[in-house]
């Protein structure tokens, strides 16, 4: 049979990172979503199948294939395309778990082709006489979590009437291509020039503490953990909030920014933010199903003297004025800023919508209800945080097990509630007096971590130990100040060049020199010069007078 073509038209910005990424990566399993829906009483399957259909029928975006060999990629509408359903009875099977798991990583495995193929598809799975269990899979460059709601909300309207054998009133939506006209419509150029003002001056790579063992391995290793504020911190975040002035969403970038901030040794931080892009001035958008998120760079400069406040309304001032040139595709806003592809680092989400029994309760004539939805998404980014306020404030850190550890992932969850119970309580607190460590964890950090003592080879010098390490693990690190590094290979270099200077201007054995410097690169570099020279050290607080310099050379010489 013929394929019969509705519409072809452009892609949104975000589509276009999924593509990309999917073409870069064909065996990826990125923006590969995978929904569980427990089911409790009786479904019928063909008019599920048929109501699925419907809902396919009503929203372009569904029926959709991607086609990029062109020079702009292009969405291609396939009139009749029908979602591909499968209904299993597993009642008499007593490994259910272990059919369901294989069934998943199976159904993983198959992954979509964007080209060709349905990029929808469902699973009924039957597990018991009132118990069944819906697997719908699709590919994000459908839709996002914003539409499952909407998506579900018709599913069960077209059922409850087809099941009575009424047809449905529901209003007809908006395509996905007004969106996309809006979209082309939208100043580029004016974005630009924002972003490039934004970004001007960022050059520092903002990150989180990596494992130093991570070798880039190519099979991300996805894991969880869940952060469950308690009723009082919420209620003390929100108090914070509505104080200020300022969405849950800015106190919670705030808290992070000042993290971060810690982490990189910096003043100015940059993460992404994944926005709903909902506010589009579009007719119908709050129905509409498609692919409307965006991510874009936030960018938080701090100042030790700053409130916690000023940092609140300062970031909620900048994402307001962000917001109207959130349109712009983030690779063209990379392109803008000196770190290019390696200005996010990490993205942060705060999921306005929820999918849950609320939006179901008032049904009576399903013949089932809905008990649960859980599910698995990966993006291409290793780490990201995804907020949500239902009841209790609740943070899911999603990363990447090959590149950040449990202690890692430990220790930020501890920081992000230490931080927040501090600023829930006193906003006021200038960002010098935020402690990003509890009591328990200082104790840890300066009794426990620092015990050290180990016996060591006494016929060797320091400087001797430190080249056979460089020799055995030249690429390792060996030193870490902010987001920078040095490996062993690159600190023995650039020492042996200090100790060649210091041996030219005759520093040897028996002198004494002096180091004047910060803690940096440099004062490391410059002590393991001066012991591979022959001589001994002396640090000098560099605010120390020359007079009480000369003296303490002299003394260190006696």
């Not at 919508?353 to 399903?366: H, I, S």
């Not at 001066?530 to 607080?541: E, N, Q, R, S, V």
């Amino acid at each position: 049979m013929k394929t019969k073509v509705e519409k072809i038209y452009p892609l949104s910005n975000m589509q276009k990172g999924m593509l990309f990424h999917a073409m870069e990566d064909k065996a990826s399993s990125a923006y590969f979503e995978q929904l569980i829906i427990d089911l409790k009483g009786q479904v019928d399957e063909q008019i599920f199948e048929d109501s699925l259909n419907e809902v396919m029928k009503r929203h372009e975006i569904l029926r959709a294939s991607f086609t990029y060999k062109l020079e702009e990629p292009l969405h291609v509408i396939i009139k009749d395309r029908k979602i591909k359903f499968e209904y299993r009875d597993i009642r008499d099977q007593h490994n259910q778990d272990d059919v369901l798991r294989k069934f998943l990583q199976e159904d993983k495995q198959k992954g979509f082709d964007l080209a060709k193929e349905t990029l929808m598809r469902a699973c009924l799975i039957r597990r018991d006489e009132d118990s069944y269990q819906l697997i719908w899979t699709y590919h994000h460059i459908l839709l996002d979590g914003w539409c499952l709601g909407i998506i579900l909300d018709e599913l069960f309207t077209i059922y409850e009437k087809k099941r009575k054998g009424k047809r449905h009133q529901l209003e007809d939506p908006r395509p996905y291509s007004d969106y996309i006209k809006w979209l082309e419509s939208q100043d580029k150029e004016e974005a630009k020039e924002y972003w490039k003002q934004y970004l001007e001056g960022c050059d520092q790579k903002t990150m989180i503490p990596k494992l130093s063992t991570h070798s880039g391995a190519p099979q991300p290793k996805r894991k969880e953990k869940l952060i469950e504020c308690s009723e009082k911190l919420t209620n003390g975040l929100l108090k914070l909030a509505n104080r200020n002035r300022v969405t849950i969403n800015t106190v919670l970038q705030s808290i992070w920014g000042v993290i971060l901030a810690r982490y990189n040794n910096s003043e100015d931080v940059v993460f992404g933010t994944v926005v709903s892009g909902r506010d589009a001035e579009v007719e119908g958008i709050e129905k509409m199903v498609g692919v409307f998120i965006n991510t874009i760079p936030t960018r938080i400069r701090l100042e030790r003297d700053m409130s916690f406040k000023d940092v609140l309304r300062k970031t909620q001032s900048d994402a307001l004025e962000s917001n109207r040139y959130n349109y712009l595709n983030l690779a063209e806003v990379q392109s803008l800023s000196e770190l290019k592809h390696d200005l996010i680092d990490h993205v942060m989400v705060f999921e306005n919508y929820a999918v849950d029994q609320k939006a179901f309760e008032q049904r009576n004539d399903l013949g089932f209800e809905m008990e649960n939805v859980g599910g698995e998404e990966q993006t291409n980014y290793s780490f990201s945080i995804s907020a949500g306020l239902d009841g209790r404030l609740k943070l899911l850190l999603i990363y990447d097990e090959n590149v950040y550890g449990e202690e890692i992932i430990n220790n930020i969850e501890r920081h992000i509630i230490a931080v927040a119970e501090q600023v829930a309580e006193h906003d006021e607190k200038t960002l010098s007096e935020i402690e990003l460590v509890s009591e328990e964890e200082k104790h840890m950090l300066l009794y426990e971590f620092n015990d050290t003592k180990t016996d060591y080879p006494k016929d060797k010098t320091l400087h001797q130990l430190f080249e056979e390490q460089a020799e055995k693990n030249p690429d390792h690190r060996a030193a870490v100040f902010g987001s920078r590094s040095l490996t062993y290979k690159e600190l023995n270099e650039k020492a042996n060049q200090t100790a060649r200077l210091l041996r030219e201007k005759g520093v040897g054995a028996g002198s004494v020199a002096a180091i004047l410097a910060e803690r940096s690169f440099e004062m490391i570099i410059g002590i393991m010069g001066i012991l591979k020279a022959g001589a001994a050290y002396l640090p000098i607080d560099p605010e120390t007078p020359k007079d009480r310099i000369a003296y303490m050379l002299k003394d260190a010489k006696a």
